[in-house]
């Protein structure tokens, strides 16, 4: 089994940052892609910005020039960097990760952690 647990939401006025990070652990023999999305209420779930193993990035329009998304593959951590945040930034931030696992025989699947929450306010 494997866990992604966030950390760095919390409430902040516009045109402030935010550092989000997600540690993963558990049965990890190598991760793949790593990345960071979004829910807004009432709206549906959406790609923020992803990160290959080898470090290729790519970001969703409304955010390009503002976020960051960095990975520590020593630590298997991921964070986002959020710079000039916007009120419409406001949104539970999840987590995603493909793990593989296994020992003679390997597989990957899909993990995400419980979000945490990010709120653009003055």
């Known amino acids: 089994q494997v866990q992604l647990v966030e950390s760095g939401g919390g409430l902040v006025q516009p045109g402030g940052s935010l550092r989000l990070s997600c540690a993963a652990s558990g049965s990890i023999f190598s991760i793949n892609a790593m990345g960071w999305y979004r829910q807004a209420p009432g709206k549906e779930r959406e790609l923020v910005a992803d990160?290959?193993?080898?470090?290729?990035?790519n970001y969703a329009d409304s955010v390009k020039g503002r976020f960051t998304i960095s990975r520590d593959n020593a630590k298997n951590t991921v964070y986002l960097q959020m710079n000039s945040l916007k009120p419409e930034d406001t949104a539970v931030y999840y987590c995603?990760?493909?793990?593989?696992?296994?020992?003679?025989?390997?597989?990957?699947?899909?993990?995400w952690g419980k979000g945490t929450l990010v709120t653009v306010s003055s």
């Open positions: 990160i290959t193993s080898g470090g290729n990035t």
């Open positions: 995603n990760a493909n793990v593989v696992s296994g020992t003679r025989i390997y597989y990957a699947m899909d993990y």
